[in-house]
């Protein structure tokens, strides 16, 4: 019990013998200074010729300053008066001045000013353990394990790194945590600084967020010198002397504050103790894609990665999570980046990632039944229910979060009228009136978009327009795409370069090969709902129209794509991979597109271009030419030119393959019906005009209830018989 009050004693009067020796210390550097510096130090003073010691009037002043721009400090252009008790290093001296601001500021910034001056540059709310993040994502404790395994063993091997280490595994004191929006990379960021803190292993964190103004790049080095001079007791003295030697280094660039605030004092204090690389501590940078200049996110890498490149042994390990946003790829290529920086790249789609998702909804059901049983039934959610959000979520944690708070909703009180709520909007069909459950996801997609630039806005949205409604069956790669849209290689990567959160996005050494594809369905799901994108819907009326007017301009121009700028990303050594998949795609999604523009004004616009579409060259898809021919029919007198019965007497036309009906071709009939009327069994349809003409057979499949199956063998039979028609001569097409 005494030993404890004595301590307690010494720890509250060391803030005072602090001040003393830092006082003293700037007294002794000043006097110094003064034979260097002969004209900048004048102190005037009397002194005792005998040398004998004369003690000083109590109400006299000891020291007088004037102290210039560091003047004020205190309220006055005075220090507070500090008495002598005969032993100092001015001890024999009374009444002097001193006229430099260097001496001030070191006795200033000696003690803890220098923390309180970083204190006010800091960025409020950045670190792990701030109030303004009490509910910070962290991963359930089963989920994101071999990962976080993975991170642990990458901290401990550079703690226990040595000499007789290979130096390239040693120089990897920096490792980047990289992923999609969604993905859950701020909560393993979390855990692992909580983790780290626990074992006094964290130097610093810092944890940006755009929406709540975390993302000034000038508080950084504050934020990270502050918490580490808080938590490293070594370190602050260190650093508060590099701020009394140059108070203005906190209005100095990125670069002179990283190396004069962290990695000058670290290296003193590893110059002293070698062993303190041996446990080295772990700085987290979180979010660095919310910071707001792209500039200053690169420079933070760099900054990091040179120092790390240049120096193999150190007591600092750096974590930095973000999206793999594009201004980071030029840093990511570089050839010597692996040696340097290790990687990590979480997915939404991989294996684990859907396991976890399914582990942490199954957790929090059960959370939430404990909670409410009194609410709920004993099986509750019902089976069906949760494995539509699994397969929603996807592994798109995020998604999982998000409904999970919904239904935990504390306001509406009812887990079961939440769930209820969030099953309709997850299958596409929300409730007017009813609260959106995904409204934090599609906050998280706004920010995303919003920092598409308006120069690109158009061409952007016409890229997304192609990705979100003609992906399937087979989308066109990324090359394809752009000249389908007649976009050169930089106008195509321009418009997609802040949207690499939510779109994987292949280089151009890949692009003929890989499509543009979502990261996942929710985002393509956001941009297709007018209610929860605003802005950046991706009006579908619109992308049908533009498709069908770019696939026709294709099909009728194809030959002249270089003169008529069709072809932008290609050279002419390349037109023939080039137009291959491009005319297997924009044949039938041209019709296909067709069939969807339902405005008129459109609609005459499109009939003109078919005029000129050769149809000789159709290709012929099920799923497509029915609805096609039934809209074309029901455009008006102008498609009577293009679509009409073949009868006796019709120009020419050309010949194409047979194709016979499926048994179950509903369009067809449901189009041979309304085009020609329910009596007519074999219909022949002449479309196209004068030498781009073609005609075709439309017969009723066998699962038409007004077919028997000798009237189905009958129409095969017939089909048979005009597929048989000598070369030269009239045929037909069976559509099916």
């Known amino acids: 019990m005494l030993l404890e009050t004595v301590q307690i004693v010494l720890d509250r009067i060391q803030p005072l013998k602090d001040y003393f020796d830092a006082f003293f210390f700037a007294m002794s550097s000043g006097e110094r200074k003064m034979h260097e510096e002969r004209g900048q130090v004048d102190l005037e003073y009397k002194e005792d010729q005998e040398m004998c010691p004369v003690q000083p009037e109590e109400d006299s002043p000891i020291i007088s300053a004037d102290i210039g721009q560091v003047g004020g400090m205190y309220g006055q252009d005075r220090l507070p008066v500090v008495h002598d008790d005969g032993t100092g290093t001015f001890r024999f001296a009374h009444d002097f001045v001193i006229h430099n601001a260097t001496i001030i500021s070191q006795i200033i910034h000696a003690g803890d000013i220098g923390l309180k001056i970083l204190g006010e540059k800091r960025m409020i709310g950045a670190e792990v353990d701030s109030s303004a993040r009490q509910y910070a994502p962290r991963c359930h404790p089963q989920t994101r394990k071999s990962l976080r395994n993975r991170v642990i063993a990458w901290i401990e091997q550079s703690g226990n790194s040595d000499q007789t280490d290979d130096e390239s595994e040693r120089a990897r004191r920096m490792l980047w945590i990289l992923g999609p929006a969604g993905v859950g990379k701020s909560a393993v960021a979390q855990t692992i600084a909580d983790e780290m803190k626990g074992e006094g292993r964290l130097g610093a964190s810092l944890f940006f967020s755009r929406p709540n103004g975390r993302d000034d790049p000038e508080q950084v080095i504050p934020t990270l010198a502050h918490q580490l001079a808080v938590k490293h007791p070594k370190y602050k003295p260190l650093l508060n002397q590099k701020l009394a030697d140059d108070p203005t280094l906190l209005e100095k660039t990125l670069r002179v504050q990283f190396k004069e605030l962290i990695i000058a004092p670290f290296h003193t204090l590893m110059t002293r103790d070698s062993s303190t690389v041996r446990k080295p501590l772990l700085i987290v940078i979180d979010g660095l894609d919310e910071c707001r200049s792209e500039e200053a996110q690169c420079e933070f890498i760099e900054l990091i990665t040179e120092h790390v490149r240049s120096v193999h042994r150190f007591p600092l390990l750096w974590l930095v999570r973000s999206r793999p946003e594009w201004h980071f790829r030029y840093l990511l290529s570089r050839p010597d980046f692996p040696a340097t920086c290790r990687r990590e790249h979480m997915t939404i789609d991989d294996p684990e990632a859907r396991q976890d998702v399914a582990l942490f909804l199954r957790d929090e059901f059960a959370r939430i039944h404990r909670v409410f049983f009194e609410y709920l039934p004993p099986t509750w959610p019902p089976a069906d229910a949760f494995h539509l959000i699994i397969l929603k979520a996807s592994g798109l944690f995020a998604l999982a979060a998000i409904v999970i708070r919904f239904i935990v909703d504390r306001i509406a009180d009812d887990p079961n009228g939440q769930l209820l709520i969030c099953l309709d909007a997850l299958s596409g069909s929300p409730l007017a009136g009813t609260k959106n459950p995904l409204a934090a996801l599609d906050l998280l997609y706004q920010e995303i978009c919003c920092r598409i630039s308006a120069p690109t806005f158009h061409t952007t949205k016409s890229i997304l327009g192609v990705c ?233 499949g066998f699962s038409n209830l007004d077919t028997t199956w000798e009237d189905f063998v009958l129409g095969l039979q017939a089909v048979d018989a005009i597929d048989a028609t000598p070369a030269g001569e009239e045929s037909t097409v069976d559509i099916g």
């Open 468 to 700: 979100a409604f003609y992906s399937d069956p087979t989308p066109l790669t990324a090359r394809h795409l752009a000249n389908f849209l007649g976009l050169d290689q930089a106008e195509f990567y321009r418009s997609l370069k802040n949207l690499h959160s939510v779109l994987a996005i292949p280089s151009a050494t890949d692009s003929l090969s890989t499509p543009v594809r979502f990261y996942h369905a929710s985002f393509q799901e956001f941009l297709r709902e007018p209610r929860r994108s605003g802005q950046y819907t991706v009006n579908e009326d619109a992308v049908h129209y533009h498709i069908a007017v770019k696939a026709l301009d294709w099909q009728i121009n194809q030959s002249e794509c270089f003169s008529r700028g069709l072809s932008k990303w290609a050279s002419k050594e390349d037109l023939s991979a080039l137009l291959g998949p491009i005319n297997a795609f924009s044949n039938p999604a041209g019709l296909k597109a067709c069939s969807r523009v339902m405005n008129q004004h459109a609609r005459r616009e499109l009939v003109e271009m078919l005029k000129k579409f050769n149809f000789r060259t159709l290709v012929f898809d099920v799923d497509v030419l029915p609805k096609f021919l039934m809209w074309l029919h029901s455009t008006g007198p102008e498609a009577q030119t293009i679509l009409h019965v073949g009868v006796f007497g019709c120009p020419p036309h050309h010949s194409i393959p047979t194709l016979f009906p499926p048994r179950t071709s509903d369009d067809l009939e449901h189009c041979r019906r309304q085009v020609f009327g329910a009596h007519d069994y074999l219909s022949r349809v002449h479309l196209g005009m004068e030498g781009r003409m073609c005609e075709i057979s439309l017969v009723p």
